[in-house]
């Protein structure tokens, strides 16, 4: 059991421009009953909850941990109470401040609604501009879009420990974060002898070259946990599209950017040069067993 | 006077407004006040860039809309007489993925919804836990994962088939988690085996059960949701699939379908701003979903049920449940059949080559969803979504109810608001 029980956590969920998908990627969460019996939950969207959003707005309770998940819009309601005041109000006398998902981190996918006002909670893309910038050092950015539901609980899980968070430049975690999307995803021997997918819908070969894969630019620890305890989007062929980074949603997700065939983005902290001078070399060898398909169905029986 | 009612813990938020007379209710309209501008996000983007955007139109159902997008795609190149040649594998894996998002999506509406909303009309003993619903779930969404990558958000499917090519070892683990699934909802939530169940052809054979759907069962004719909640008798079913019959259906005549018959309309909402739009056929409401697709299909028990009982708040609740068990039986049988050795994906022309225009239709887990684009030389000019709270849930005027407001005209607020839910509402999705 991942979880102390002697004191119970007030958690408070409130959304501002969202989907959902953070509240429905969590439900998925393996070990939630336990991280629920260690709560107690003022309001969630679709948990049961000691409280309603009625009672919620009228800013006369405070909670411990506060989860946001959406877009930050100066603009929105929620049952007529600004959305930033419901925010400044719980925020003060949090502990700590959840931002899930990469809209609440960040801006994300719903800063593209109203890009003049919207943003994160304490970051608008990478600017510190957020409206809960007095309070950074307690938020913690947990982006993706969504969030994978093991991030939560990690996060959720360390503070009932009363463990200590280190996290990077952007506020997440570095025990989630300090991984690339790109490690352990079963196209690396491809990556490494640049052996690009020739189309969409293979097992073989690697998806940085021609497919957009972005997961060589991506913090995530995707491929190392897995989704759903049992893929990745690279493992079923689709390019990582970087959803975890402040950049996210880019454009032409699909089709990577390249200079004279090679790809304009090398992998994080790697020189141009120094990848260059390797892909080079790699490119030279013709591997018969990467070049061939991986299962001949046809000549297997 | 008007009373003002704030809807939680659904998809996002909504406001009913109520005049009453006396007790009952007079006249209900419907408002979902946010707005995320998804269309307008679109325009001017890549079209493939849409698989990647339209899914995160809703956290729910969000692989409808990926299957809404790749079908208009694929429409687009149809259109410019350019083949799209789709397997059979590719196929079915997009079909089976898209039951287990209906299938989750079921699971949580009777567990995290229907279960509470009951237990605020009356004391419900014995009653399970909202773990259950997230448990059951989280199995569907393992199995729609071993072929889409990931859910939520997943954009595994492009024009010409899905991006995955799974062996056999993944349609095995997919095989276990549906059969986790199916012992699941068995055991916790039917109290009897599954093809047992698929076998009845009355609600008298659910009553003899004792398990959750036998006492929801009860709860909802002791409430009188029989004869309660009902709207135009009215049916209409789009989505082409193994699962559904597009037909539109008055009663229990059905009638062929034409997706140029479908319109929008503004909503009527005088008491607040709402950014939702009605969405009707031939200029009538109609109700969609699992319903709408029981009813089309011709299953012997929703029939029964609908012989006595009309469209009532009962029978939309219980044609969901039983879908849940229907869709299982469905997706074993998928998984049995898939065969592997064909291609996953047939690349069509560039998307650069493309200028058409196209539509793709899907039945989401709330209904019919479909997706308009129109692409010039691969970018998106317009596109337009119309998702199924939009034909179930709109707000009109007195004079043409959509059909909840015609579901909860004549009786008191409480039950309103219960039979608000038997639609199974999705806000973010109507107002994207
Ligand atoms: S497909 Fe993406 S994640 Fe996989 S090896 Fe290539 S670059 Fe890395």
């Known amino acids: 059991m991942p979880l102390k029980s002697d004191k119970k956590l007030t958690l408070l969920w409130l959304q501002g421009l969202t989907c959902n998908g953070n ?91 109203a890009p003049q006002r919207n943003s ?17 050092e307690k938020v913690i950015n947990l982006s993706g879009c969504p969030i994978h539901p093991e991030w939560l609980g990690y996060t959720l899980s360390m503070i009932l420990q009363e463990k200590k968070i280190l996290v990077d430049s952007l506020h997440r975690p570095i025990e989630l974060y300090s991984y690339l999307a790109h490690h352990g995803c079963t196209r690396n021997e491809y990556f490494e002898w640049k052996v690009d997918s020739k189309k969409f819908g293979e097992k073989e070969g690697c998806l940085y070259y021609e497919q957009g894969c972005r997961a060589p630019m991506t913090h995530a620890s995707c491929n190392k946990i897995l989704w759903n305890d049992v893929s990745s989007k690279t493992r079923s062929g689709t390019p990582c599209f970087g959803c975890t980074e402040p950049d996210f949603p880019r454009a032409n997700f699909f089709r990577t950017k390249t200079n004279m065939s090679i790809p304009d983005e090398v992998p994080v902290g790697i020189s141009k040069r120094s990848y260059l001078t390797v892909a080079g070399i790699a490119k030279t060898f013709h591997i018969k067993r990467l070049e061939e398909k991986l299962i001949d169905y046809k000549t297997a029986d | 006077m008007i009373t003002k009612q704030l809807i939680e813990q659904i998809e996002g938020e ?24 998804m269309e307008r996000i679109l325009q001017g983007k890549n079209a493939l ?88 779930a989280s199995l569907a969404s393992k199995a729609l994962a071993s072929f889409s990558g990931q859910w939520p958000h997943s954009s595994y499917m492009l024009p010409g088939g899905v991006t995955c090519d799974p062996t056999h070892m993944e349609r095995i683990k997919a095989q276990s988690y549906l059969r986790e699934l199916i012992a699941f909802f068995e055991n916790e939530t039917l109290g009897i085996d599954l093809e047992t169940f698929l076998s009845f052809e009355s609600c008298k054979e659910i009553r003899s059960l004792s398990s959750d759907i036998s006492r929801i069962e009860q709860s909802l004719l002791s409430l009188g949701m ?115 050795s064909e291609t996953s994906l047939t690349m069509p022309e560039p998307i650069h080559t493309l200028t058409a225009e196209g539509i793709g239709i899907v039945e989401a887990p709330r209904g019919v969803l479909i997706h308009k684009v129109s692409i010039e030389e691969g970018l998106i000019r317009n596109y337009e979504i119309i998702t199924p709270t939009q034909w179930n849930i709109g707000s009109d005027t007195k004079e043409s109810l959509t059909p909840v407001q015609l579901a909860m005209q004549g009786v008191t607020q409480e039950e309103a608001l219960f039979i608000f839910r038997t639609f199974d509402v999705c806000s973010v999705c109507t107002t994207h």
């Open chain 2, 14 to 37: 909504a406001t009913v407004h109520f005049t009453m007379n006396g007790n009952t209710v007079d006249f209900a309209t419907v408002a979902f006040p946010h707005f995320r501008g």
């Open chain 2, 49 to 136: 860039d849409a698989l990647v955007i339209t899914p995160r139109v809703c956290g729910i159902c969000g692989h409808a809309h990926l299957m809404a997008s790749v079908r208009a795609l694929e429409s687009a190149y149809v259109h410019m007489s350019q083949d799209i040649q789709l397997s059979t594998k590719a196929q079915m894996i997009r079909e089976f993925t898209l039951l287990m998002e209906i299938v989750q999506n079921h699971y949580k509406w009777i567990y995290l919804t229907l279960i509470p909303e009951l237990g605020k009309l009356m004391p419900l003993s014995n009653m399970s836990t909202p773990l259950k619903g997230a448990f059951a």
């Open chain 1, 23 to 113: 509240s429905h990627s969590f439900l998925n969460l393996s070990y939630l009953a336990d991280v629920l019996l260690a709560c107690d939950i003022l309001y969630h969207p679709s948990l049961p909850s000691l409280q309603t959003l009625e009672t919620i707005s009228t800013c006369k309770l405070e909670c411990d941990v506060l989860i946001f998940e959406g877009t930050f819009d100066p603009l929105m309601q929620r049952n007529n109470v600004m959305v930033g005041k419901l925010l400044r109000h719980y925020a003060q006398k949090a502990r700590h401040i959840i931002a899930v998902g990469s809209c609440a981190s960040f801006g994300g996918m719903f800063k593209a609604s």
């Open chain 2, 226 to 340: 029989h004869e309660k909640g009902f709207a135009y008798d009215r049916f209409v079913v789009f989505g082409n699939h193994g699962f559904s019959v597009p037909s539109k259906m008055k009663q229990t005549r059905s009638y062929s379908v034409k997706s140029k018959y479908v319109s929008i309309k503004d909503s009527y909402s005088p008491q607040e701003k709402t950014f939702a739009k009605n969405a009707l056929y031939k200029n009538d409401y109609y109700e969609t979903g699992p319903l709408a697709r029981a009813m089309t299909n011709s299953v012997p028990i929703i029939r029964n049920i609908h012989r006595r009982f009309k469209d009532s708040a009962y029978s939309r609740v219980v044609a969901r449940i039983f879908e849940i068990a229907s869709l299982l039986q469905h997706a074993l049988e998928l998984l049995k059949l898939m065969e592997l």
């Open chain 1, 120 to 136: 994160g909670l304490v970051f608008n893309e990478t600017a510190h501009e957020g409206p809960l910038l007095q309070y950074q």
